[in-house]
């Protein structure tokens, strides 16, 4: 028994864990509709994890970031380089903070030095914290509607994609053997996810409301970092460089942007217009 909950809690662990990583910020330029990368920085400049960069609003980015020997919600203020810590968990860590729709409260991955996982409810002014969903343990979870999450869960020693109802208290489980990443489709009613169900990994798309899923594109070997441009464009994280694919318009990835001060590249995130981009990186 103890060696089962050993092997419980390593897999948990394993799902967030990383070597010193910083979170970066981007600014995106725009010209006749074709993206590029402008000016950026390192905005958590802190030892040990920082990621799970999301844009709160226009003004705020949250991220994961290790503080006194735990990892707590960062915070970061664009306009001023401000950052401020949302929660403060001595028994535990915050993981994959975001923004509740409709509201000004934020959910995260609280894992405890017990190995208790839990998908949690943060006020952003206070910290004050509830449980969202007690059945399943979430690893990456992403937000569809106010009372519909899409997450990555974890099912034994793998991850599964499940869509929470949280009015019906609901859970249907979609596939086994996904990612992490988990995104809205622009101008779409479509999610995209990572399939790990054969050799070569695969993005497909999922629409929740019915279940359906279809192939887009495969990834690039054993990469899974994706996000979405304003204009359907998709950037995938592999190594030192970040690729681009329009699935409207491209046969192939090619080459969006190649940086000589990062390497291991992970974790990307746009801001919803698309003048933004956070990464994570070694």
Known sequence: MKKLFFA???????????????????DLKKDKGT?????GKNISNNPGYDSQPHFYSKKVLVFSSTRNNQTDIAAYTIKTGEINFINSTPNGGEYSPQRIPKSKDISAVRLDTDGLQRFYRYK???????????DLKVAYPMWYTKNTAVTVVIVGNSLDLIISDLASKENKTIQKKVGRSVHKIPKTKLVSYISKAKD???????????????KIINTLGKTEDICWLPNGTILLAKGNSIMSYNPNNDKDWTVFHTFNSHKNISRIIVNSKGTQLALVSD
């Open 8 to 26: 419980c809690l390593m897999f948990s662990a394993s799902v967030f864990a990383q070597s010193n990583t910083e979170v970066y910020l981007y």
């Open 35 to 39: 993206f590029s990368l402008g000016d």
């Open 124 to 134: 952003y002014k206070t910290g004050e914290n509830t449980e969202i969903i007690p």
């Open 200 to 214: 070569q990994w695969e993005i497909r798309s999922l629409n929740p409301k019915t279940g359906e899923t279809k």
